[in-house]
């Protein structure tokens, strides 16, 4: 079990004398019985310490003092009690203190429902409030929202995120501490804020959490200029294809290009034998269920399509060119556009001798 495993690695910690507690989204996951897959460790020894009850032990990237371990098949994040100051960019602590204080460790973190701890024995230690706001299905800061959402504006994100893939509400002073503050979200970088939106919209909640960005007006402050068209779908790249935003968010080519295909077969028909064949089940399903088309409907149009790919064809390119008589050329690609279309709507059969005196028949008298 996940929690057996965590309190071993903590127990290590303190059998060389250092305070560890879990803390964070596992322990508030464990609480909701929901699964997680990272674990943070907060404690009172340094980094330099920690790694050497760790050696394998290394520092991550983005370098808060955290120590990353890989044990029992998890990834923990073993982080230094500190105090932090002076945000830079509303968003990373310029200055960090390490303390002794569990408590005062927690007064920097973000919500309550994050800031609840389990110790080596298993028992739950909540200064904050987090487990009564796990009950009352509540987003609250720790502390003052506005001073939380000035420190680090991807916090005004992360709380409409929770409250999306938790289905929780958001408190009232913190509802209107992101109306005030939203403006900052400009200054993210797009890298953090998609971090923040795909969590959003892969969960089961994802239009709620689109209705709450449009409510509180954050589309404008993170381009999504087309949020409020996103509608019937639950799929990630769907969404992204929508909203159209690739000259600011980064993907990688391949998901450039199926947002580019998703949004020409939106225009198209999605049972139609040539856009299927084009364009390929996938790109047309996620396209047909933004247009509230039956899924089930495409998929089996798809799967009776005489042929889903080139090679599916009874005929090569050497068959062509020994037909045609002639050295390779560009006609070869026309010749294959030709023949897929006519197979795809059943006025030619897939077979090499029909296909062949087709050719001889259209082709082969022009030259």
């Known amino acids: 079990m996940m929690l057996d495993n965590a309190l071993k690695l903590i127990k290590e910690l303190t059998e060389h004398n250092y305070k560890a507690y879990l803390v964070g989204g596992f322990v508030r996951d464990y609480l909701l019985g929901r699964e997680s897959q ?11 310490e920690i790694k050497e009850v760790f050696p394998d032990g290394f520092l991550p990237t983005d370098d808060y003092g955290s120590v990353v371990v890989n ?9 230094t009690f500190r105090k932090e100051f002076n945000y830079e960019n509303h968003r990373k602590p310029i200055e960090i203190e390490y303390i002794d204080d569990l408590y005062q460790d927690l007064l920097r973190r973000d919500f309550t429902i994050n800031a609840i701890c389990i110790d080596e024995d298993g028992q739950i230690i909540d200064f904050l409030g987090g ?62 804020k998609k971090e923040e939106l795909d969590k959003m919209f892969v969960s089961g909640y994802a239009p709620r959490g689109i209705d709450m960005l449009l409510e509180y007006h954050l589309d404008k402050y993170l381009d999504l200029e087309n949020l409020s068209k996103v509608e019937n779908t639950d799929s ?33 028909n999605n049972y139609d034998p040539m856009t299927l064949y084009r364009y390929g089940l996938y790109v047309n ?68 001798e029909k296909l062949l005196s087709y050719i001889r028949k259209n082709y082969a008298s022009n030259d």
């Open 236 to 268: 990630l790249i769907g969404i992204w294809s929508v909203l159209n935003v690739e000259e600011y968010y980064p993907f990688s080519n391949n998901e450039k290009e199926m947002m580019k295909d998703i949004r020409k077969v939106m225009t198209l």
């Open 131 to 192: 487990r009564d706001d796990l009950e009352r299905k509540l987003i609250r800061t720790v502390g003052d929202a506005d001073e939380r959402f000035e420190q680090d504006a991807l916090r005004i994100l992360r709380a409409i995120r929770f409250a999306t893939v938790l289905d929780f509400q958001l408190d009232t002073e913190v509802v209107e501490a992101v109306r005030k503050h939203r403006v900052l979200l400009k200054e993210l970088s797009y890298h953090r």
């Open 285 to 352: 399903s996620v396209a047909g269920e933004m247009k509230g088309l039956d899924k089930k409907k495409i998929t089996e149009s798809y799967n009776s399509l005489v042929i889903q790919r080139r090679q599916d064809l009874d005929i090569s390119s050497e068959d062509i060119i020994d037909c045609m008589k002639k050295e390779p050329g560009e006609y070869i690609s026309d010749i294959y556009e030709d023949i897929e279309k006519e197979v795809l709507y059943h006025r030619l059969p897939n077979e090499k």
């Open 71 to 79: 044990k029992y098949g998890i990834r923990f994040e073993i982080t």
């Open 38 to 48: 990272d674990i943070d460790v907060c404690t009172n020894a340094t980094p330099k």
